[in-house]
């Protein structure tokens, strides 16, 4: 899978820590930038005027024949240091495009940094009137 820099229509669910991947509330709908460099991805939260916000950081553990994997990191690699990192431990897969169609992500998580725990789940798909495919 090729670099790339997309915004991503998401559609958000929290869920609870013993079961991330079965939702509990209504769906959220939010924008997100999801960038991958090499073998680290990248999803930030984007505020309703276009600025960032909260960022996931994932490594790449597998690829698949139309789909790769991510672990999301709890720690920030050695050599980055960024002021938006949201710890968190989970999964993204990054679904391939067939011609025609629009990127995927799926995601599902928890996290810690309300002093609670926390579940979520992402199913966003590519925003092809901004996207920048590099």
């Known amino acids: 899978m090729a ?11 929290f869920s609870t820590c013993e079961a991330p991947h079965v939702p509990t509330s ?45 672990m999301i990191l709890p720690e920030l690699p050695s050599q980055v240091r960024d002021g938006a990192f949201f710890s968190a431990l989970g999964t993204v897969a990054i679904l391939q495009p067939r011609p025609g169609t629009q990127r995927r992500l799926r995601a599902v998580g928890t996290d810690n940094n309300s002093g609670q725990c926390h579940g979520w789940i992402f199913d966003a798909i590519e925003d092809v009137s901004s996207s920048v495919a590099q």
């Open 26 to 70: 209504k769906t959220h709908e939010e924008i997100i930038l999801v960038e991958l460099r090499g073998d680290f991805l990248t999803v930030t939260a984007l505020g309703a005027d276009g600025s960032p916000g909260s960022r996931v950081y994932a490594q790449r553990t597998m690829d698949l024949p139309e789909t790769s994997i991510f």
């Open 3 to 13: 670099d790339f820099s997309i915004r991503m229509t998401n559609r958000l669910q």
